[in-house]
């Protein structure tokens, strides 16, 4: 079965950087679009980025878009958010989601991720 682990979350000071990864089996990776998206004490989760199949599309949420960056390495079947620039608005388990369907789709809402995994937290020291 498909299986998603998170890694890279921590504590961190405002300003600084992390970078999660997302490690993925049980799939053929190179045909699956991944998201990333974070949910906040309180808060529905929320679409943060993703990626399509191939890595050369991305989608970003407005208020990250300059400041993190997702990418993927097919033959290592990882997906990466590099997050600099941190808030502590930006505190928040951080989940990533691997679907079939185009990047775009999942960006507008279209589609919803079919597999998830279990999250990593990410907090931000103000």
């Known amino acids: 079965q498909v299986q998603l682990v998170e890694s890279g979350g921590g504590l961190v000071q405002a300003g600084g950087s992390l970078r999660l990864s997302c490690a993925a089996s049980?799939?053929?990776?190179?045909?699956?679009?991944v998201g990333w998206f974070r949910q906040a004490p309180g808060k529905e989760r929320e679409f943060v980025a993703d990626?399509?199949?191939?890595?050369?599309?991305?989608y970003y949420q407005d208020s990250v878009k300059d400041r993190f960056t997702i990418s993927r390495d097919n033959a290592e079947n990882t997906v990466y958010l590099q997050m600099m620039s941190l808030t502590p608005e930006d505190t928040a388990v951080y989940y990533c989601a691997a679907g079939e369907r185009g990047a775009l789709d999942y960006y507008k809402g279209f589609a919803k991720f079919g597999s998830w995994g279990q999250g990593t937290q990410v907090t931000v020291s103000s």
């Open positions: 049980g799939l053929t990776f190179r045909s699956y679009a």
């Open positions: 990626i399509d199949r191939g890595g050369g599309i991305t």
